[in-house]
């Protein structure tokens, strides 16, 4: 449903906890704040005369709205353009807030001579493995094509530029007449003999022509697979030598004819066997992809029905157009979406409180700062906003205070936040309750991604995306829990934050060299530290060593004895 958004980049981090003021800072970010601002987007374009000019109207003026967002965000976006016929040609790649004239020629070229979408898949594919640095959850593939295809890459010689009669780099079909006709291994291959007219009980399960439902086009697909491997189809696979075949009515060297066999599989079934194949592949990989449907201007009236649909089908069959796929790619989540953020809080155990204060609550659109503005008492705006006579603020952010766990601020998004530029709420949390008995309390987790058990700053944070074009939101996304931690020292109950081990500790350390001299104190009721426990201990006294000890510690000042045991008593 494109009225759904899910898995949306997103994260919560928390600074280590300051134990002067007992606070931590927290900061949510759409998207993650891990993540680099950088896409991909592969326009895969149909190269044939009938799509050409409505393809690059719509694919331009695509550019042409992203190119402006990213000149505001400062994000970067890569674009690389492949085009596809028997084969396909792909580009290098573009930075499209500098090379937008580049994109716009390599967009309006032209390609002729047959149909491969299978080609033009694996050339996309190529391409969007090839920045390792980018996550594949922004990268876009864009197809776009009227879905006419009868030539396919099985062995996957993808590259127009490498085509070679003689070495054999070229596409594939199969054919059912003989190599003297014209049409063989043609769009039109099937023209005498079609196997998916034969659909009786125990023959074929035809290719969808009227619907682009998932669930017919995978039991059709399926269908050739076992249909294919029936027939040995594979072994009547040649390569088409596309100007001899249909321009010089030369028939390719390796010609061979297959069989009228009802269960069979023509070369159109291979073609969009073997596209959906690396559609499924790139899918899997976590790109995000888009198939426009065009119109076939080629083919006569109801031919192109399965082209059309078979486009759809690659979209979860629905429909998308320029706009959608504008919005897919531009946009995280749109107005209208919120966060339900709950402090930390364990009965009897700890309890964190929101410092509600202005000054502590700020938002930053990428690098520009939103000041917290008091609406009313425990409600704050940021960002002055107005649409027609709509004048308010951009986020609000409402606090809820309890004293049971139920604690929270609710972050209210009044505009649409981008994929292209970090969005982020910064608020400070207060541990209300730290403990004074010895011990360490709690793990450090700067971001929640260790999955540690306390102590919470937040007991949970829950995002709920509203997609464009929706009325209501999504299902909650929860974002990761960070946990912060401090540490409790005996004598006199010194509070520390704890130190973060050094990764490499060295093997050999040299001993310190600025150990002071013990020096006796002036006043030795002043301050008297208690003994330290030697490492080795001394040979017990026997009984009659005794009388010594007892006379000489009978001459201690009892003032300081005294003393010494308070200080005990009171640690």
Same mark, same amino acid.
């Given at each position: ?194 196997? =998916? +007219?034969?659909?009786? $009980?125990? #023959?074929? /399960? ?5 619907? *682009?439902? @998932? ?105 998308? =157009? +320029?706009?959608?796929? $504008?919005? #897919?790619? /531009? ?5 209208? *979406?919120? @966060? ?232």
């Amino acid at each position: 449903d494109s009225q759904v958004v899910s898995g949306v980049s997103k994260s919560k981090t928390a600074t280590e906890l300051n134990t002067g003021s007992w606070t931590s800072d927290i900061t949510l970010s759409l998207p993650s704040a891990e993540e680099k601002l950088e896409s991909d987007i592969v326009f895969v374009l149909d190269g044939s005369s009938s799509t050409a000019d409505n393809v690059v109207v719509e694919t331009l003026a695509l550019l042409a709205d992203l190119k402006a967002e990213v000149e505001k965000s400062g994000a970067a976006v890569n674009v690389c353009v492949v085009k596809f016929k028997r084969l396909a040609d792909k580009s290098a790649w573009f930075d499209l807030s500098t090379q937008y004239s580049e994109i716009e020629g390599t967009v309006k070229s032209y390609l002729s001579g047959g149909s491969n979408i299978h080609a033009g898949l694996l050339a996309g594919q190529a391409a969007l493995a090839e920045h390792e640095n980018i996550p594949a959850a922004r990268k876009h593939l864009i197809l776009v094509s009227d879905g006419s295809t009868y030539l396919y890459c099985k062995e996957g010689m993808w590259d127009i530029n490498k085509e070679d009669i003689e070495g054999g780099y070229l596409p594939f079909t199969r054919s059912y007449l003989p190599k003297t006709d014209g049409r063989a291994g043609s769009f039109n291959d099937t023209a005498n003999f079609e196997p =998916n +007219f034969h659909t009786g $009980e125990g #023959e074929n /399960i035809p290719r969808p022509k009227t619907t *682009s439902e @998932v669930a017919a086009w995978q039991e059709y697909l399926k269908d050739v697979e076992a249909r294919n491997k029936e027939s040995n189809g594979d072994s009547y696979d040649y390569h088409c030598e596309y100007n001899n075949n249909f321009n010089l009515g030369i028939p390719s060297k390796d010609h061979v004819r297959q069989p009228e066999a009802i269960r069979s599989a023509s070369n159109r079934d291979m073609a969009y066997y073997y596209a959906d194949q690396t559609w499924q592949e790139m899918k899997d990989a976590g790109y995000q992809l888009y198939s426009i449907a065009t119109q076939d201007m080629s083919a006569g009236a109801g031919n192109a029905d399965d082209s059309y649909c078979f486009m759809n089908y690659l979209n979860g069959g629905k429909s998308l =157009n +320029f706009a959608d796929i $504008e919005n #897919e790619i /531009i946009y995280l989540v749109d107005a209208g *979406s919120f @966060v339900n953020d709950y402090m930390g809080y364990v009965e009897g155990d700890y309890n964190f409180d929101l410092v509600n204060q202005a000054s502590k609550l700020y938002i930053t659109e990428g690098k520009t700062q939103l000041d917290a503005v008091e609406i009313e008492a425990n409600k704050y705006g940021f960002g002055m906003w107005k649409e027609g006579e709509t004048v308010g603020y951009k986020y609000v952010v409402t606090y809820t205070p309890a004293a049971d766990g139920q604690e929270h601020i609710e972050w209210t998004i009044n505009v649409p936040v981008t994929n292209l530029r970090h969005v982020q709420l910064h608020y400070t949390v207060e541990l209300t309750n730290p403990k004074t008995a010895v011990g360490t309390y709690g793990k450090y987790d700067e971001d929640g991604s260790k999955g540690y058990d306390g102590l919470y700053t937040n007991n949970s944070a829950t995002l709920y995306p509203m997609a464009t074009g929706a009325t209501e939101t999504g299902e909650g996304e929860d974002f990761l829990k960070p946990t912060v931690s401090y540490e409790v020292k005996g004598g006199g109950g010194t509070i520390i934050t704890p130190v973060k081990p050094d990764p490499k500790p060295d093997p050999d350390p040299e001993p310190p060299t600025d150990i002071d001299e013990p020096t006796t104190p002036s006043d030795p009721g002043s301050d008297i530290d208690e003994p330290e426990t030697p490492t080795t201990p001394a040979e017990p006294p026997k009984t009659g060593d005794m009388m010594p000890l007892f006379a000489g510690m009978a001459a201690v000042s009892a003032a300081a004895i005294m003393l010494l045991s308070r200080k005990r008593k009171e640690a």
